[in-house]
């Protein structure tokens, strides 16, 4: 937009030149100084493109999967663009346009539902969940529609149940999952802690059905996608034949393969929508610009929750509440078999960026954070890795797990800390301190802190890299 009106500035000033040919030669100066200024913002802008594709092109190689990207400061686009390959076994490369899975972003969309339906005097975010569900075994507690977008419920992530490929490939509806989860135990009391589930996202997909009377993909489609107009944006159905829609691969033994089915009737309202870059910079700017809901409720849904303890949660409702090179940052990562997604704003800079690829193994967050840093010129600088005694490396060795069920095994290999994750490929991890490794090219680290009992350490996982709020991983006996 700046670069619009410095040209239509520079075409005026030639425009009153051409008029007065015979005034002062203090406008033909002037002219030059706006034409030189447009030149100098072309100038920038090609640098950047020139860095990103550079920094891209080296982690996605044109002959294997990769990402999808766009930038943009408020409604100027300063980078679009496609890196890798959409389908193998056809060797179609991947364009901008194209359709992915989006995996947890669908979450926004979902909170942004469920805000609609509460300006609509249909529901309030402190309704506790009995009103919906009123079977459902609370043990006791006061569950709140607020603690379930705010992962902040204790009710189990149902991705953790050890059951769950069992049902993975089979169509249900909300309410079989509700079932499936439901009689598990909490994992503390809600406002407690803060622990992802993608089980409160189904039960809210649910809410929406029930309030609404229709499904929540009809929902989704009549009050988010068509009034933004993103045409490129649909519930991820295998059946239904969607134009542009990129095949998503994961990492087995043997190397690339197809990624495994899942039944997008599961994720639901928790990530089964699926798009495109461009339509995710449009539902970006239409949420922030107040045309989905209420800058009060906007202002909710970005606000951190607080924990019972006070603590912050650095978590709204669908939304990650961080930072970015001390600037305030509203985010979210998505997952889901075969992709990996990521999108992020800075309102004081009015930046966007999202990343979505079509492999399950890859994070997306270095990407899109230090395209973010670029463009606001603030680069990330690269990390110095150190050597650590080995001593030290093996009393990190062993096994870990997450209350969701994320188990990371960490062992040495030839004088550095491997690691792998639920039975992943290893991967070498370099040492930014003595308890504190990287992977390489990515922003996810991990913290090695003293544990509960004597001689034992937790495995502190983090995804970003300014402060991010980490996932505690306890040793296994």
């Known amino acids: 937009m700046k670069n619009k009106i410095l040209v239509a500035i520079v075409l005026i000033a030639i425009f009153i030149g051409v008029l007065y040919q015979d005034s002062d030669q203090e406008e033909s100066i002037d002219t030059d100084i706006e034409l030189a200024i447009v030149a100098e913002a072309s100038s920038e802008t090609t640098e950047l493109e020139q860095e990103i594709n550079s920094f891209l092109s080296d982690l996605y190689p044109s002959e294997e999967p990769g990402i999808s990207t766009i930038l943009a400061r408020g409604d100027e686009v300063l980078y679009r663009q496609g890196h890798g390959i959409a389908n193998i076994e056809h060797n179609i490369p991947i364009s901008p346009d194209m359709v992915f899975r989006l995996g947890s972003l669908t979450k926004q969309m979902t909170t942004a539902a469920i805000m609609m339906l509460e300006e609509d005097g249909e529901l309030q975010v402190d309704d506790p969940i009995t009103r919906f569900f009123p079977d459902y075994p609370t043990h006791g507690y006061t569950i709140t529609l607020r603690h379930l977008m705010t992962h902040t419920s204790g009710i189990i992530d149902f991705l953790a149940i050890s059951e769950f490929s069992e049902i993975a490939k089979t169509d249900l509806t909300a309410l079989d999952v509700i079932d499936f989860f439901k009689n598990q135990p909490m994992n503390f009391a809600p406002g407690e802690a803060w622990s992802y589930t993608n089980s409160g996202y189904v039960m809210l997909g649910a809410i929406i059905e029930q309030i609404s009377g229709q499904s929540y993909e009809e929902f989704i489609q009549e009050r988010i996608f068509t009034p933004l107009g993103m045409n490129n944006s649909y519930h991820g159905n295998f059946k239904r034949i969607i134009p542009n829609r990129v095949t998503g691969y994961a990492m087995g033994a043997d190397g690339l393969e197809n990624s495994d089915y899942l039944s997008m009737t599961i994720p639901g309202a928790a990530g089964a929508l699926i798009s495109n870059v461009d339509d995710l910079l449009t539902w970006n700017t239409a949420l922030f610009g107040g045309e989905v809901v209420s800058q009060e409720s906007l202002a909710e849904m970005v606000t951190a929750f607080v924990l019972n303890n006070g603590e912050s949660a650095d978590y709204g409702f669908g939304f990650d509440v961080q930072t970015l090179r001390g600037q305030p940052m509203i985010s979210h990562t998505g997952g889901i078999n075969g992709f990996i997604t990521y999108a992020a704003y800075l309102p004081e800079s009015d930046m966007y960026v999202g990343v979505i690829g079509n492999t399950g193994f890859q994070s997306r967050v270095y990407e899109g954070n230090s395209l973010l840093a670029m463009a606001i010129g603030d680069p990330y600088p690269a990390n110095n890795f150190q050597s650590v005694d080995s001593e030290i490396l093996s009393a990190y060795s062993g096994e870990y797990q997450t209350t969701r069920g994320i188990h990371f095994e960490v062992g040495v290999d030839n004088g550095n800390l491997s690691m792998r994750v639920n039975g992943g490929s290893s991967f070498v991890l370099g040492a930014v ?32 890299a300014d402060g991010s709020r980490g996932m505690v991983a306890r040793v296994l006996d």
Do not use: K, P, R
């Open 433 to 464: 301190a003595e308890n504190v490794f990287y992977q390489e090219n990515s922003f996810t680290h991990f913290e090695f802190v003293e544990g509960n009992e004597a001689n034992t350490f937790d495995l502190i996982f983090h995804t970003n």
